[in-house]
């Protein structure tokens, strides 16, 4: 057993390297389907106001499983675009107090499939905006060799 071993590292050493796959460019300008990961309170930037950050994974085959994140301060400047992705997820009961205080309020909104439009400042090319269009599916897409992704699907729409 030891010599198979033996013969199984001397194998390992001599295999190619896989290539990196954290070296992703931007994710391009578009539409997109994408599942809420997370929507958490978020401690403010330089001692600023809290903030909602969402954690979105893009669904469906050419980006699937990237992440953007959608980021915005908790105040009163801001409370029209908290209201505008509530309502885009069909949770306008939800109040800013109710989503700050109670885990289990933001937890729905876990797993919730959103369509949402990432888009590019040329300026700050690496931080895309995200914005929330509606929801696509209150169940996560799953792909699977039963449900395939439907043909020529290129995460687009």
Known sequence: MSEYLDDLDAAYANADE???????????????????DRCLPKEGRNGGPERVSWGLVIRG??????????????????I?????????????????????TDPDT?????????NVKVQHNPEYPDSPKVYINSLAS???????ERNPPPPDDDDLF
């Open 80 to 100: 029209a675009q908290f209201k505008r992705d509530m309502y885009a997820c069909e949770r306008p009961d939800i109040t800013p107090k109710q989503w700050r």
């Open 18 to 36: 896989p290539e990196k796959k954290s070296d992703f460019g931007p994710i391009p300008t578009g539409n997109y389907q994408a599942e809420v």
């Open 138 to 144: 209150s169940r996560p897409a799953v792909h699977d």
């Open 61 to 78: 085959p050419k980006q699937e499983g990237r992440w953007v994140w959608r980021d915005y301060p908790l105040t009163a400047e801001w």
């Open 106 to 114: 933001r937890a729905e909104l876990c797993g919730l499939v959103l």
